[in-house]
């Protein structure tokens, strides 16, 4: 083999409340877990390199939310992996359109693809594993993407990025003199109110049950009203450490025209 | 950059400018002044200066840091006629308060080991932690119950065997506020607070027990009934997620009404007290602070349950010192340019601090004045001071030390820390249903309450009677 040759794929991080405690397998650590957007296998890594000079636009940006809804033992038949399944919260996925686009590009260059629809999940363990335990303890969970990377995968479940593209994410958490605060980046109203349900979900999972499904939203406070209505609920329910989101800031616009705002939360 | 002008001891002006009706007020000494996250918090002082009908000025206490609109440690009064109420400016956590009580035991002779079990009773009879209540339908709040609760005050629980009848002389306003009208209050806020009465809740509330460590004023202690040495009780909660939902179902109605118009933050949105959506949050914030009044009670007949179990010292014999509210909008009349005048008096982490005389006061505390419950925090100590009836800040004290670190910030600076072992270290047993809650709360991230209360009393407000050290503590 070609000294260049690596065993390349683009993959695209994935963050989540990791548990603390998972079922024996052997574990992706929890910097390395991604969602793979094209697997490359064994390539000359200097050809791709000059072919990454016209990498396709990216379309969104900011991560894209979504929940990890079921357990996946994959491939079905013989299955080697355990794996999460992604649903967007999204109706319409960026980052599932940018997948194809990267698959096409990628085609052009002649780069082999997989000639199938692309599953979104995220391997969490690779054999030995016990599929009863995985399936047991499966709970859902709060993800969101980051950052577009070219990875390198050098075995023994370590990947390293040999090219990044920068994605902003969907939301962080701020220090404030307030009790709990992030600052909330989308590009339209309602991914603004999904990002921000995200960032409660990853403080309190629970959460996740009481989502609504596209409320009527016009305005921040609108937003805020709905959010609140979800946090009444879960407190209602079984308790939420949060109490109510502030009717605090504004909408701002960054320099790419991302909507920005700062989400308090009283506790 | 604010420029505060020193005008007394300990009481700083902020100069009224652009669209403030009255000029703020802080309460402070230098080395509170020098703390650097005092900027935000003197932002909020000036709003709140804008707001309609205010009068005298707009209050700051040295335990100031920023909250929802005003600032937490805030107090503001506004002309009953022409003036505004704001759910901004009594909180979310509707009659969040403190209460005192003294067991007639030495902490000292408590047996260590039965120390333990006592904080395993408290914990097991009193819950605490998101979301914990008392689950189960024999314990749920029927509409009956709310009603009573809302017209009845504490004296409801008292009549359902929570406590003495002379509980009620040591409550502020005998647990009651009247002109709560049940009927102002959501079916979701019943839902939210059906089970949650005699729970502590999570984030900075508590139980906590401890020794009067020191006292200050002697004669007024022992006029309260308390010794240097003596084992105390301190209990922190309000109105749990049913004063929340009141809360936020006022500011919805007031936001969609247009009410924050031309304020410069729309989270001190406030309606003018003599409309219909102004009486009707008051009516509602009146029922949160009679259920919160309810809540402190029965939390306290668990202790003393405890107590009794643990130590065979008699319910009766364990003295309730004081409640006091320190999330409230209440209606006191005060002197204004020589004429008394009925206002509408907002304290958002503030306590009342009556002096000596004031009608409202059982006899004793007519004599001594209030007294004011100041909450530390849980590794150095809480203070108990008495009112001097100030009428600069409008008969108001702090009431608390004050944040000065974030959550967030208090999370990252404790990882990685046995917090119990720790705690336990510095003589502090504490029992919490979540760690984070302790990396939360640990003792650094508030300010040194030592360093507030000699504000307070420098500045006149109130008078240092004892400290407290805690000891014991269950967090939520």
Redesign the interface.
């Known amino acids: 083999m070609n000294e260049d040759t690596k065993r390349l794929f683009f993959g695209v991080e994935a963050h989540a409340p990791w548990p603390e405690k998972l079922p024996v397998g052997r574990l992706l650590d929890e910097e390395h877990r991604h969602f793979t957007l094209a697997f490359l296998g064994n390539i000359e890594y200097k050809t791709l390199r000059e072919h990454l000079k016209d990498f396709p636009a990216i379309p969104m940006k900011t991560g894209s939310v979504g929940i990890f809804d079921s357990c996946l033992m994959l491939p079905m038949r013989h299955p080697n992996v355990v794996a999460w399944h992604a649903h967007w919260l999204d109706s319409h996925s960026a980052l599932e359109s940018f997948q194809k686009i990267l698959s096409n590009w990628l085609s052009e260059a002649h780069y082999s693809m997989e000639n199938r629809e692309w599953l979104p999940h995220l391997t969490v363990c690779r054999k030995p594993f016990d599929p009863h335990a995985w399936k047991k303890s499966f709970v859902s969970l709060p993800f969101y993407t980051g950052s577009i990377h070219l990875y390198e995968s050098k075995g023994n479940l370590t990947y390293t990025p040999l090219w990044s593209h920068y994605i902003r994410p969907p939301f962080e958490e701020i220090e404030h003199t307030a009790d709990i605060a992030f600052n909330i980046y989308a590009e339209n109203i309602q991914q603004l109110y999904h990002h921000a349900f995200m960032a409660l979900a990853f403080k309190h999972l629970d959460f996740l049950r009481f989502f609504i499904q596209e409320p009527s939203l016009n305005t921040l406070d609108d937003i805020i009203i709905v959010l609140n209505e979800i946090v009444g609920r879960a407190d209602c329910e079984g308790g939420c450490p949060m109490k109510a989101v502030s009717f605090h800031g504004d909408i701002n616009f960054l320099e790419d025209s991302t909507l920005q705002w700062e989400m308090i939360i009283d506790v | 950059m604010f420029k505060l002008e020193k005008i007394k001891p300990a009481t700083y002006l902020l100069p009224q400018e652009g669209n403030m009706r009255v000029p703020g007020l802080i309460i402070a000494n230098e080395t509170l002044l020098a703390d650097l ?1 005092i900027e ?2 003197l932002e909020q002082v000036r709003n709140v200066a804008q707001l309609p009908g205010i009068l005298g000025h707009s209050i700051a206490m040295p335990d100031i ?2 909250g ?1 609109g005003f600032p937490i440690g805030g107090v503001a009064a506004m002309d009953e006629e022409t003036g505004v109420i704001s759910p901004g400016g009594v909180g ?2 509707i009659n969040c308060g403190v209460r005192l009580a003294i067991v007639p035991v030495a902490f000292k002779e408590l047996e260590k080991s039965s120390k333990t079990r006592l904080l395993e009773q408290i914990f097991h009879l009193v819950p605490s ?4 209540g008392h689950r189960g339908a024999q314990n749920a709040l029927s509409d009956t119950d709310y009603r009573h609760i809302a017209e009845q005050g504490a004296a409801w629980s008292i009549t359902k065997g929570y406590g003495f009848t002379s509980d009620l002389d040591h409550i502020e306003s005998r647990g009651v506020i009247e002109g709560a009208d049940i009927n102002a209050i959501s079916h ?1 806020a019943k ?2 607070g059906k089970d949650q009465l005699g729970s502590i809740g ?2 900075n509330h508590f139980v906590e027990i401890g020794e009067v460590q020191k006292l200050f004023l002697p004669k007024i202690a022992a006029a309260w009934g308390i010794e240097e040495g003596l084992t105390y009780v301190l209990i922190h909660s309000g109105s749990r ?1 049913f004063g ?2 009141i ?2 179902d006022t ?2 109605s007031f ?1 969609k009404q247009g009410f ?1 118009t031309g304020l410069p ?3 001190l ?1 406030a309606a003018p007290i003599k409309s219909e959506a102004g009486r009707k949050y008051f009516a509602a914030m009146a029922v949160a602070a009679n259920f919160a009044f309810n809540n402190r009670q029965q939390i306290l007949h668990a202790v003393r349950k405890a107590f009794q179990l643990i130590y065979k010292v008699t319910p009766e014999d364990i003295l309730l010192i004081y409640d006091v509210c320190h999330n409230i909008a209440k209606f006191e009349t005060h002197v204004v340019d020589g004429i008394p005048k009925r206002l509408c008096v907002h304290r958002k982490g503030a306590t009342r601090a009556f002096g000596p005389e004031a009608p409202e006061l059982a006899p004793i505390f007519r004599i001594t004045g209030q007294p004011v419950l100041v909450p530390g925090d849980m590794g150095r100590a809480s203070h108990l001071m008495v009112g001097l009836g100030n009428p600069l800040t409008w008969c108001s004290a702090c009431h608390g030390a004050g ?1 000065a670190r ?4 208090s999370m990252k600076a404790w990882r990685n820390t046995d917090l119990f072992a720790h705690m336990y270290g510095q003589g502090v047993q504490v029992m919490a249903s979540s760690s984070r809650t302790v990396a939360e709360e640990m003792p650094d991230a508030y300010k040194n309450v030592d360093v507030v209360v000699e504000a307070v009393e420098e500045a006149g407000l109130a008078n240092k009677v004892a400290r407290l050290r805690p000891s014991l503590v269950i967090k939520g």
């Open positions: 996250e935000k918090p840091h920023w929802y979310y956590d932690g998101v979301g914990h979701e839902l939210r999570s984030g997620g929340h939902q809360c936020q500011l919805n936001m924050a933050d729309r989270q949105v944040r974030s959550r967030v910030q």
